[in-house]
């Protein structure tokens, strides 16, 4: 991976003024979704400028954002290919964005759907314990309470120590290489190549543990294993690193976001509060109206393709903006209403579609259930500490987070 930050190119396109574009992303905020995504019903599938100044078609639709995810003519892995045009730079080496399409590939599959799959003994048992561990430090802190740093973030940190088999204490060190690897940023960041060989050392090292349990422990034995001779060490700890990363930030970033939706609706945080047997349904609401994913879903046409009134020239890059079809009003009836019986909920595309469907969807679920059934349990007066307005977004992230998340209760 280079990390000249002078070798930043910008792809113009032939004969396209990019400077001239709208520029995307189009809001860090994370508590109202962005004026221009209304404003975009009458053009699904519009040219705007990335991160990285590169020309892309942003695709808004409901129905047009399914189409480009179900279909193999966009390509996820191709987004990673010298000279295509970049969201933004990379921050993980070019060979890992394609990362379960790798796994699979590996034959590494099968491994890490048992290790991520809620229903692995005693997981949903621990998942409580530690979310009533945590949530017991915050009221014997006081309010108030950083809810993303002392509960979102290490609930989600430590399940992931635990599904990998590693220390919890070295969850939050791990974590800290995310700030940069998650980055959104037009060139190369140094700090991204430092983090990513201090983690992959880590993991690597993790395979000759012998405390080392869970996945890695499991990945450790293959090496033994004929059948899996062509795995080097540096597969399987990638497969360490990303699982967590990816892990982790998305856990953490739908609850600190689902956080966000209840504290703006009192009125669906009283009706959980009531009947917290909701809280299922109420989950698949919160991750259709979250607001988590700060960027558009990438792919490169591998052809000419028809989308909408548009010919997506080979070569072109796509992004699927998953909050434009969430909050389509063609598909989902009052779409800006936060409504726990909404009968098509799961439609939503926040756990992206066709063949890079999200396979952490039931462990995710999970999470965030466990977390809302301890927090309604515990503290049934959550509230915000500060207005809404006060909040400080991160930019620049491929996430929307807010920096803090002061409650009290």
């Not at 808004?60 to 966009?74: G, K, M, N, P, T």
């Not at 295509?84 to 034959?107: C, D, K, S």
Request: hydrophobic share 45%; aromatic share 6%.
């Amino acid at each position: 991976m280079t990390v000249d930050t002078l070798a930043c190119a910008r792809d113009r396109g032939d004969d396209l003024d990019v400077d001239a574009l709208p520029a995307f992303p189009f809001s860090w905020r994370g508590d109202q979704l962005p004026d221009e995504v209304e404003e975009l019903r009458a053009e699904p599938v519009k040219r705007v400028r990335t991160i990285a100044g590169a020309p892309a078609w942003l695709v808004s639709s409901y129905a047009l954002c399914r189409q480009v995810l179900e279909d193999r003519r966009f390509s996820l892995k191709d987004t990673s290919a010298p000279g295509a045009p970049r969201q933004y730079a990379l921050t993980i080496p070019p060979e890992v964005v394609n990362n379960m399409g790798n796994i699979t590939g590996v034959g590494l599959r099968k491994a890490v759907l048992k290790a991520i799959n809620p229903k692995a003994d005693g997981l949903v048992d621990w998942l409580r314990e530690h979310a009533a561990w945590l949530v017991g430090g915050m009221i014997a802190e006081g309010a108030p309470v950083d809810l993303r740093g002392a509960f979102a973030n290490p609930y989600s940190e430590a399940m992931h120590c635990r599904i990998l088999g590693i220390p919890l204490a070295d969850g939050p060190r791990l974590s800290a290489s995310l700030d940069i690897a998650f980055m959104n940023s037009a060139c190369p960041v140094t700090g991204a190549k430092l983090n990513w060989d201090r983690d992959m050392a880590y993991m690597t090292e993790r395979l000759d543990d012998p405390a080392t349990t869970g996945l890695m422990a499991e990945l450790a034995v293959l090496r033994e294993d004929p059948d899996y001779a062509h795995l080097t060490d540096e597969m399987l700890a990638t497969v360490g690193v990303t699982l967590f990363g990816a892990g982790v930030v998305s856990t953490a970033g739908f609850l600190s976001m689902a956080c966000v939706s209840l504290l703006q609706r009192p009125e669906l945080w009283a009706q959980l509060r009531e009947d917290p047997s909701r809280i299922p349904a109420a989950v698949e609401e919160l991750l259709r109206i979250n607001l988590s994913i700060g960027d558009g879903l990438p792919r490169i046409a591998l052809e000419d393709v028809q989308l909408g009134d548009v010919l997506v020239r080979k070569g072109e890059l796509v992004l699927v903006l998953v909050e434009g079809a969430n909050f389509d009003a063609a598909h989902f009836a009052d779409p800006y209403r936060a409504d726990a019986d909404r009968p098509n909920s799961s439609d939503h595309l926040s756990f992206g579609g066709g063949q890079h469907y999200c396979p952490a969807t039931a462990l995710g679920r999970k999470h965030a259930e466990i977390a809302l059934e301890t927090l309604v349990e515990r503290m049934p007066e959550l509230r915000l500490a500060v207005p809404i307005e006060q909040l400080v977004w991160r930019t620049g992230y491929m996430k929307r987070l807010p920096e803090r998340l002061p409650v009290m209760w």
